[in-house]
């Protein structure tokens, strides 16, 4: 019994290794939480795409230029 006991504890816990993953591959791309971690690795190996990742971070926390006096109110599109 204990010799197929163990080789279905390590198939099942790779398994579930293996199932849980993708979903945390997701969950890393949804909230963007692991370019904090991979971020040294992408810059040795593939250091366009960490420029590309510096870049777009930056674009991001860019404000909006304030209106000048002069300027045409906004239109929005749903109006």
């Not at 204990?2 to 198939?11: C, G, S, Y």
């Not at 971690?37 to 366009?48: Q, V």
Request: glycine share 8%.
């Amino acid at each position: 019994m204990a010799d197929f006991v163990i080789p279905l504890v390590l198939l099942v816990s790779f398994g579930i290794t293996f199932a849980g993953l993708p979903l945390l591959a997701a969950r890393v791309r949804r909230r963007g939480s692991g370019s904090e971690f991979f971020g040294p690795f992408e810059e040795i190996w593939y250091p366009a795409a960490a420029r590309t990742r510096i870049e777009i971070q930056v674009q991001s926390e860019r404000r909006a230029p304030a209106p000048t006096p002069g300027d045409p109110p906004l239109l929005r599109p749903d109006r």
